[in-house]
């Protein structure tokens, strides 16, 4: 069966300090993979989605980027963090046809 | 942009009323889906509806798409404690794509 892992699952980090986030899928080749934003209580903002290794499509101009470097691999990252960037972040994959599968998310706060 | 607005925002009901939460649109959506998402998890699928005018039905959760598929509504009968989450709906666009609601939070009291 199909699983995706993502951490650390709540982080506190200073503003203009680095981030990394990381999510893993297993179970499947080749998924959707996406990162999305979430404002407490409120939905869900895409940030970025992948179709395949190196291929990054990025919703809204910001401070983050995203990476592919393996096919199961995501990850979201950000040179120096502002205090906009607090909310908490879902990564999810799906495959052709399916609905999305979310992590548990990180919740980031910037100090 | 693709925007979906959901109304109410927030609903606070009590034990065994009935409720209806909508999902509206100006963009047409190739499918729309519903998900309810507890604190600190993602979000869950609750059901997929493809064809305009679609009605579907989870137990006491009714699903309809609109004819012209930009709008959707959600509605719960004899609502339980249970029910309480976050309800968001997301339209997917571009097959590879899902923009998801504003949310509509729901709290049912015993």
């Known amino acids: 069966s199909q699983t995706i892992h993502q951490w650390p699952a709540t982080l506190v980090q200073p503003v203009g300090s680095p981030l990394s986030l990381e999510c893993t899928v297993e179970?499947?080749?080749?998924?959707?993979l996406y990162w999305y934003r979430q404002a407490a209580g409120r939905g869900l903002q895409l940030l970025f989605y992948?179709?395949?290794?190196?291929?990054i499509s990025s919703e809204v101009p910001q401070n983050l980027s995203a990476s592919r470097p393996q096919d199961r691999q995501f990850i979201l990252s950000s040179k120096k963090l502002l205090l906009s960037d607090s909310g908490f972040y879902l990564c999810?994959?799906?495959?052709?046809?399916?609905?999305?599968?979310f992590g548990n998310g990180t919740r980031l706060t910037v100090t | 942009t693709q925007l979906l607005e959901q109304s109410p925002q927030f609903l606070s009901i009590q034990e065994g009323e009935n409720l209806t939460v909508y999902c509206n649109s100006s963009?047409?959506?190739?499918?729309l889906q519903w998900y309810r998402q507890e604190p600190g998890e993602g979000p869950v699928l609750l059901v997929t509806?493809?064809?305009?005018?679609e009605v579907k039905k989870l137990k006491r959760l009714t699903f309809q798409f609109g004819d012209a598929r930009k709008d959707s509504s959600l509605h719960i009968t004899a609502a339980q404690p249970g029910d309480t989450g976050l309800y968001l709906c997301?339209?997917?666009?571009?097959?590879?794509?899902?923009?998801f609601g504003t949310g509509t939070r729901l709290q049912v009291f015993p």
């Open positions: 997301a339209g997917v666009w571009n097959t590879d794509k899902l923009i």
């Open positions: 509806v493809v064809t305009g005018g």
């Open positions: 999810a994959w799906s495959a052709l046809g399916s609905p999305l599968h």
């Open positions: 992948s179709v395949g290794i190196g291929q």
């Open positions: 179970g499947t080749s080749n998924p959707n």
């Open positions: 963009s047409v959506f190739s499918s």
